[in-house]
């Protein structure tokens, strides 16, 4: 192949464009890395309406990963004390289709479970719900998506009826006044922030809010930072609406046309004044007050959020409590305005859409809905009750499982519990305990692979055909451009083939990606997420497409002219000096909303605070995050050189006041305990961080770095909404190592150390 092929980065839920070319071309060598892998060059497409042309480290170095510490095999062992042996996809598919019996037999269908991933293409995010959901009569799918965007879909659906974001990013370049909260974006959404900042420099009217209790690089671009305490979100909302309303700052009309719940909102926020709201958060009142000024005084609001808000034991009355805020003054449905969620994962929203959540069914259904389940029945060719009414286990809830024995089948694929669960030793303990694991992923070691009975080589991205939905609901073409390695396949075919082996093959009679997604498509068919407009022919033609995109709208064309129709049905506008296409459909802009009576619904909450409050035997709040170069547990980053010569170590952010009392000097290890566990890290002494607070990264494994894995900390107390832990803060204290008794460090486990003699014998 030599022309360049335009795809989407498989990173973040930004979404942005990417042309790769091959790694060789006409009068030019092959680029390769220090190992000799040929390498494709990767720059930003102009073209692609999202970013415009703009990428970040991930996206640029994103196929220097591609060849290193594949899985390109089946592997199999019987007991997680035995290496793995290479077995052919024909053994490996016949003892996964056997255990599934074995456990529907004595477990029920209810004992076995899928925890899947953001990762994931739409296409095998959709085979995994119809395999699991339709045909084997269990709702146990979950996905990563659950530690990342859980509480923003429940807060969506309780206060407009429907999950699915109403803005989009062409907002960042309208509005008057940008609220961040919960959101580095700078560093985690690095191509949104570009855009907003950009608009910000030629508009010196337009204010920036920053909410977060660090300084962050977000933060340092902000009108105002506000450096709350963790846990007091709630009260920096209540508060700014308490002053809306002493003020008269609301939008009357729109509350008493549109919305309902009010009053019992306004008895709530009452009890907020700026005095109290500063007292909780630890911030100046004055610092409240202009906060809310900047809302009043603006005519277009739109609020972005992100991890901050959603992984806590209150992320659903968070989210809806900042949705009041837009519902008080009437900034939604309009340009430069609305909650705006920002997606953690590239497909999450994808995921969303394909019903990828243990609550919910393809086409923004829920499991608990008769009405939804029967037209998915029906649509599947199931009979009438076949489809379990039951939530199924949330990713929890599915290690919960493993310890109670009520799960005799885990299978988890393109992700890595191992270091992103809360409360990883007693999750690292339940996954020893499990009696069947399948373990599906491009690379090998992971540290889940280490839990495995099964790996299950997959395709990953480049090397697979389907599709992605952004964070504005813009899906792109994700075209495969190179071959698999090995033996490895595509996921959707991987459960395609289980399906079909259990007896479902009229059900997975599927020739290829592009019939999956056409299959797909019409699960959305007048629903709010409607994708029917789309397909992967129109994608490869016309570029990327924001939904609703309905395929009534293309019938009204005339056939002589239906590819300029349908390109004008598609896209606003234009741009001829840049050649960029633009996006702009925002939802509700009629007002209406998915609820009964079409109203948006204000929430009442009270502040509750953390589900671990600080107290003198623990006296500090952890809080973790993200770095710029990295990616979630570096399963693909870690294996890049620029990156890791980046960020080659992971480090604890703490306040020089907090270090001088413990004595603390920079670059000294320290050791964070909690109730749960205990984690090593060199101190990085800095004012960024509020006082009685420490920040450590969450990327480095057992795989990457000895004792410094984030997760052996945080706990797995929950919002008992959308049942997303609270992995932003806990309470720990902090010990100089030079002050510890001497202890022998323990190493990775032993399976992960022998990776070089299996990817040999794999190889």
């Known amino acids: 192949m030599s022309e360049s092929i335009k795809t989407v980065c498989p990173y973040c839920g930004v979404g942005c464009g990417l042309t790769v070319s091959p790694p060789a071309g006409t009068g030019r060598s092959t680029h390769r890395d220090s190992e000799g892998n040929p390498i494709w060059k990767t720059i930003g497409d102009k073209s692609h309406p999202s970013s415009q042309g703009m990428v970040c480290v991930k996206g640029a170095t994103v196929t220097e990963s591609i060849d290193k510490s594949r899985l390109?095999?089946?592997?199999?062992?019987?007991?997680?004390?035995?290496?793995?042996?290479?077995?052919?996809?024909?053994?490996?598919?016949n003892k996964i289709v056997d255990r599934i019996q074995f456990v529907r037999q004595n477990y029920g269908a209810d004992g076995i479970c899928m925890?899947?991933?953001?990762?994931?293409?739409?296409?095998?995010?959709?085979?995994?719900?119809?395999?699991?959901?339709?045909?084997?009569?269990?709702?146990?799918?979950?996905?990563?998506?659950?530690?990342?965007?859980?509480?923003?879909?429940?807060?969506?659906?309780?206060?407009?009826?429907?999950?699915?974001?109403?803005?989009?990013?062409?907002?960042?370049?309208?509005?008057?006044?940008?609220?961040?909260?919960?959101?580095?974006?700078?560093?985690?959404?690095?191509?949104?922030?570009?855009?907003?900042?950009?608009?910000?420099?030629?508009h010196q009217h337009v204010k920036i809010i920053v909410v977060d209790p660090r300084c962050t690089k977000t933060a340092e671009a902000a009108d105002l930072h506000l450096a709350i305490k963790p846990g007091t979100d709630i009260d920096l909302l209540n508060g700014?609406?308490?002053?809306?309303?002493?003020?008269?700052?609301?939008?009357?009309?729109?509350?008493d046309e549109c919305t309902k719940g009010f009053p019992a909102y306004a008895e709530v926020i009452r009890h907020y004044p700026p005095e109290t709201v500063a007292r909780r958060c630890g911030i100046r009142i004055d610092h409240v007050e202009q906060a809310a000024r900047y809302w009043a005084d603006s005519e277009r609001v739109l609020s972005l959020w992100s991890m901050g808000m959603n992984q806590s034991s209150e992320g659903t009355a968070k989210v809806r409590t900042l949705i009041n805020l837009h519902l008080m003054t009437g900034n939604v449905g309009k340009p430069g305005a609305g909650p705006f969620s920002l997606t953690g994962q590239p497909n999450a929203m994808g995921g969303r859409e394909a019903g990828g959540l243990a609550h919910i069914l393809p086409g923004y259904r829920s499991v608990k809905n008769p009405q939804h389940r029967a037209e998915i029945e029906e649509f599947w060719g199931l009979n009438p009750g076949q489809m379990s009414p039951v939530p199924g286990r949330d990713a929890w809830n599915q290690i919960v499982g493993l310890e109670t024995g009520e799960v005799g089948l885990l299978w988890i694929a393109a992700t890595n519990p191992a270091v992103s669960m809360p409360d990883l030793a007693r999750t690292k303990a339940a996954l020893l305990k499990s009696p069947f694991t399948v373990y599906q992923d491009a690379y090998y070691p992971t540290e889940t692979s280490a839990y495995a009975h099964i790996l299950l080589p997959a395709a990953q991205w480049s090397e697979k055909t389907g599709t992605m939905?952004?964070?504005?609901?813009?899906?792109?073409?994700?075209?495969?451009?190179?071959?698999?390695?090995?033996?490895?396949?595509?996921?959707?075919e991987i459960f395609a083939e289980v399906g079909r082996r259990l007896g479902f093959t009229r059900e997975f009679n599927f020739a290829n990606a592009t019939a999956v997604h056409a299959e797909f498509t019409q699960t959305t068919r007048g629903r709010l997420c409607d994708m029917t407009g789309i397909s992967h022919e129109k994608l490869a033609e016309f570029g990327p497409i924001q939904?609703?995109?309905?395929?009534?709208?293309l019938l009204q064309e005339d056939e002589s002219t239906s590819r300029m129709g349908i390109f004008s049905f598609l896209f606003s506008h234009r741009d001829k000096d840049k050649n960029i296409t633009h996006i702009g459909k925002r939802l509700y802009t009629d007002l209406r909303f998915k609820t009964n009576d079409g109203r948006a619904i204000f929430a009442a909450y009270h502040s509750k605070g953390l589900a671990e409050p600080p107290n003198n035997e623990y006296p500090f709040v952890l809080t973790v995050g993200r770095l710029y170069g990295h990616w979630h547990t570096q399963t693909r980053t870690g294996r890049i050189e620029k990156i890791v010569k980046m960020h080659p170590h992971p480090f604890m952010e703490i306040h020089p006041r907090d270090a001088a009392k413990l004595k603390i000097a920079e670059g000294d290890l320290v050791e964070l305990r909690s109730r749960r566990g205990k984690a090593r890290f060199?101190?990085?002494?800095?004012?960024?961080?509020?006082?009685?607070?420490?920040?450590?990264?969450?990327?480095?494994g057992a795989l990457w770095s000895n004792d410094a894995e984030a997760n052996l900390l945080t706990h797995h107390e929950a919002c008992p909404t959308s049942l997303q832990p609270e992995l932003k803060a806990c309470a720990v204290q902090i010990l100089a190592v030079s002050a510890l008794p001497e202890e022998t460090t323990e190493l990775p486990h032993q399976e992960l150390l022998q990776s070089s003699e299996l990817m040999k014998t794999s190889n």
């Not at 269990?138 to 659906?157: E, H, I, K, P, Q």
């Not at 939904?547 to 709208?553: G, K, V």
């Not at 060199?682 to 480095?700: L, Q, R, S």
């Open 72 to 93: 390109k095999y089946p592997m199999m062992r019987d007991s997680l004390s035995e290496p793995f042996r290479r077995v052919s996809w024909d053994k490996a598919f």
């Open 469 to 492: 939905t952004n964070s504005e609901r813009v899906v792109t073409f994700c075209p495969q451009f190179r071959s698999p390695p090995g033996e490895a396949r595509p996921d959707w």
């Open 547 to 553: 939904w609703p995109c309905p395929d009534t709208a």
């Open 682 to 700: 060199p101190a990085k002494i800095t004012k960024a961080i509020a006082p009685h607070t420490v920040f450590v990264p969450m990327h480095w």
């Open 115 to 202: 925890y899947g991933s953001g990762q994931f293409q739409t296409e095998d995010y959709y085979i995994a719900q119809k395999l699991l959901k339709g045909c084997l009569g269990t709702n146990n799918f979950d996905a990563n998506s659950r530690l990342c965007m859980s509480s923003a879909v429940a807060g969506y659906m309780q206060s407009f009826g429907s999950d699915g974001p109403p803005c989009c990013y062409e907002d960042l370049e309208l509005t008057d006044c940008a609220f961040l909260i919960g959101t580095n974006t700078a560093e985690c959404h690095p191509i949104v922030f570009n855009r907003l900042h950009k608009y910000r420099k030629k």
């Open 240 to 255: 700014i609406a308490h002053l809306l309303m002493r003020w008269n700052a609301t939008d009357t009309l729109f509350m």
